[in-house]
Nanobody, 126 residues
Framework: QLVESGGGLVQAAGSLRLSCVVSGRHSSRPAMGWFRQAPGKEREIVAAIGWVWGGASPFYADSVQGRFTISWENAKDTLYLQMNNLKPEDTAVYYC???????????????????WGQGTQVTVSS
């Protein structure tokens, strides 16, 4: 089960940190991602994290590169998305997603994820 929190209303240039708590059986280094869906638009990848032999392997969409940071805190079973310098176009429902326990690679496609949270609304005012 994935439960997101941390969404809300923020002014442009502000910051928010989204959290996604993972419960149930999962890897100590789960492959996960953050997606978002704005009104009238398709759901899109925001950031993802997978694991290679040397450690974490993150991916960021071009639109958030340099502003958002994805991270995993194993002690709290929690995935984070730190969002800085927010823009009105970041307004959307944000979803966290997880791949199967046996899958550790960084994934960008929705079809590569098996488990989804319920979503949390992020609204950025201009």
């Amino acid at each position: 089960q994935l439960v997101e929190s941390g969404g809300g209303l923020v002014q442009a240039a502000g910051s928010l940190r989204l959290s996604c708590v993972v419960s149930g059986r999962h890897s100590s280094r789960p492959a996960m991602g953050w997606f978002r869906q704005a009104p009238g638009k398709e759901r899109e990848i925001v950031a993802a994290i997978g694991w290679v032999w040397g450690g974490a392997s993150p991916f960021y969409a071009d639109s958030v590169q340099g502003r958002f940071t994805i991270s995993w805190e194993n002690a709290k079973d929690t995935l984070y998305l730190q969002m800085n310098n927010l823009k009105p176009e970041d307004t959307a429902v944000y979803y966290c997603a997880a791949r199967r326990v046996s899958e550790s690679g960084t994934a960008q496609s929705e079809s590569q994820y098996t488990y989804w949270g319920q979503g949390t609304q992020v609204t950025v005012s201009s």
